[in-house]
């Protein structure tokens, strides 16, 4: 993943805001370890952290074409796609960064651009010509993205905690914040952002402040279509939608594995990269967690009657992956509680989030990438 953040302001001069948005920046290091970089004018000040993933010569971020500059957070699907669209219409690049597709399909596209992305993301768009900025967050909301309106313009960021290091973003929490973090979570209401000064860019929605003010609009739906396919149909289209989204979340310039839990949803993706990575005359590398003791306490219920371990050895085996198996104790789960609640910035599922935010952790020793079945932050984990 990436870290973005940014001011906009109409009153105020934004080159003097350095101070503040580097403590932003700070807070967003641990999202994009790999680089750092800000745009500065009168108006805007934009910071980006980079996990590079892609194109690590010509994806550097905030990125400026002609009067836009972008800062990104995220993954595009299509981007071959989108590019071979855009040279039809003229359009030079530099590298072959999705950054660079999604900057360019703004500025030839408008805010219309997002109805063509495949992909997860979240980013930020400041036009130095009109004096506006766009914001957008995919379909489905797999990246984050806050914001805080202010005196004269707005603030925003990937994270919760670095809005806080804003002056002009007030750490108070209501009643219904409180509510959220006691009885909705760890999940939360659509747009929100629990602190009384922030909210959330929903997904599948996108934003536009100019002078005049800012105002938030969906551009997708989800739509329910009646099923006329029969099961035959059903389970190739099923098959055909599968392999192609794992296809094209293969795509990297750095070293990517594979969660695998034994499970349908890890086993299924595990095998279709497998498959990819053996046609290149490559070996998909798997990793899997456990915890000590487990097999002793273990006891089988409706909910779960079986271990993971021996489906992981076998899914392992019929692979041929090189797996790792990443074993945790209860002192560690413990300890790493803190850790693991800054890291997705509110009160979650406890030893559930630390046991993945360590599992992550260790596969970053040789992986920035790993694919996972995980309904989590995101489907495509960047560790």
């Given at each position: 993943?990436?870290?973005?953040?940014?001011?906009?302001?109409?009153?105020?001069?934004?080159?003097?805001?350095?101070?503040?948005?580097?403590?932003?920046?700070?807070?967003?290091?641990?999202?994009?370890?790999?680089?750092?970089?800000?745009?500065?004018?009168?108006?805007?000040?934009?910071?980006?952290?980079?996990?590079?993933?892609?194109d690590p010569e010509n994806g550097a971020q905030p990125m400026s074409y002609e009067n836009y500059t972008l800062?990104?957070?995220?993954?595009?699907?299509?981007?071959?796609?989108?590019?071979?669209?855009?040279?039809?219409?003229?359009?030079?690049?530099?590298?072959?960064?999705?950054?660079?597709?999604?900057?360019?399909?703004?500025?030839?596209?408008?805010?219309?651009?997002?109805?063509?992305?495949?992909?997860?993301?979240?980013?930020?768009?400041?036009?130095?010509?009109?004096?506006?900025?766009?914001l957008a967050r995919d379909r489905i909301g797999v990246k984050p993205?806050?914001?805080?309106?202010?005196?004269?313009?707005?603030?925003?960021?990937?994270?919760?905690?670095?809005?806080?290091?804003?002056?002009?973003?007030?750490?108070?929490?209501?009643?219904?914040?409180?509510?959220?973090?006691?009885?909705?979570?760890?999940?939360?209401?659509?747009?929100?952002?629990?602190?009384?000064?922030?909210?959330?860019?929903?997904?599948?929605?996108?934003?536009?402040?100019?002078?005049?003010?800012?105002?938030?609009?969906?551009?997708?739906?989800?739509?329910?279509?009646?099923?006329?396919?029969?099961?035959?149909?059903?389970?190739?289209?099923?098959?055909?939608?599968?392999?192609?989204?794992?296809?094209?979340?293969?795509?990297?310039?750095?070293?990517?594995?594979?969660?695998?839990?034994?499970?349908?949803?890890?086993?299924?993706?595990?095998?279709?990269?497998?498959?990819?990575?053996?046609?290149?005359?490559?070996?998909?590398?798997?990793?899997?967690?456990?915890?000590?003791?487990?097999?002793?306490?273990?006891?089988?219920?409706?909910?779960?009657?079986?271990?993971?371990?021996?489906?992981?050895?076998?899914?392992?085996?019929?692979?041929?992956?090189?797996?790792?198996?990443?074993?945790?104790?209860?002192?560690?789960?413990?300890?790493?509680?803190?850790?693991?609640?800054?890291?997705?910035?509110?009160?979650?599922?406890?030893?559930?989030?630390?046991?993945?935010?360590?599992?992550?952790?260790?596969?970053?020793?040789?992986?920035?990438?790993?694919?996972?079945?995980?309904?989590?932050?995101?489907?495509?984990?960047?560790?």
């Amino acid at each position: 993943m990436c870290g973005i953040a940014g001011q906009i302001g109409y009153e105020e001069d934004m080159r003097r805001m350095s101070g503040v948005m580097q403590q932003m920046s700070a807070v967003l290091a641990p999202r994009g370890p790999d680089a750092s970089g800000i745009y500065c004018d009168e108006n805007a000040f934009f910071v980006h952290r980079r996990l590079i993933v892609i194109d690590p010569e010509n994806g550097a971020q905030p990125m400026s074409y002609e009067n836009y500059t972008l800062v990104y957070n995220g993954e595009l699907y299509n981007t071959a796609e989108i590019r071979r669209e855009l040279e039809r219409k003229g359009v030079e690049f530099i590298g072959h960064s999705d950054t660079e597709v999604v900057l360019k399909a703004y500025a030839v596209f408008g805010e219309d651009c997002v109805k063509l992305f495949n992909g997860i993301f979240a980013f930020a768009v400041w036009d130095s010509r009109n004096r506006s900025l766009f914001l957008a967050r995919d379909r489905i909301g797999v990246k984050p993205l806050f914001y805080s309106l202010t005196r004269d313009g707005i603030v925003f960021a990937s994270e919760i905690k670095a809005l806080l290091k804003h002056p002009a973003v007030k750490p108070i929490v209501t009643q219904d914040g409180i509510a959220e973090i006691m009885l909705v979570g760890p999940a939360k209401r659509t747009g929100s952002g629990v602190f009384r000064d922030i909210k959330e860019i929903p997904a599948a929605h996108c934003g536009m402040l100019t002078e005049s003010g800012f105002t938030v609009s969906k551009y997708w739906e989800l739509k329910a279509k009646p099923h006329t396919e029969n099961f035959t149909e059903t389970s190739e289209h099923v098959r055909e939608l599968i392999t192609d989204a794992v296809k094209r979340q293969l795509v990297s310039d750095v070293p990517l594995c594979c969660f695998l839990s034994g499970g349908l949803d890890s086993s299924v993706i595990s095998a279709i990269a497998a498959k990819e990575f053996a046609q290149q005359g490559k070996r998909l590398s798997t990793w899997s967690i456990d915890y000590k003791f487990n097999h002793q306490n273990f006891k089988a219920s409706s909910f779960q009657p079986d271990e993971d371990a021996p489906w992981i050895v076998k899914m392992a085996e019929f692979l041929g992956s090189e797996h790792t198996n990443v074993v945790l104790d209860t002192e560690e789960l413990a300890d790493a509680l803190d850790d693991s609640t800054r890291a997705r910035d509110l009160p979650g599922m406890a030893d559930v989030d630390s046991s993945l935010y360590l599992f992550c952790r260790e596969i970053k020793r040789k992986f920035p990438v790993a694919l996972s079945g995980e309904c989590a932050d995101e489907h495509k984990h960047t560790c």
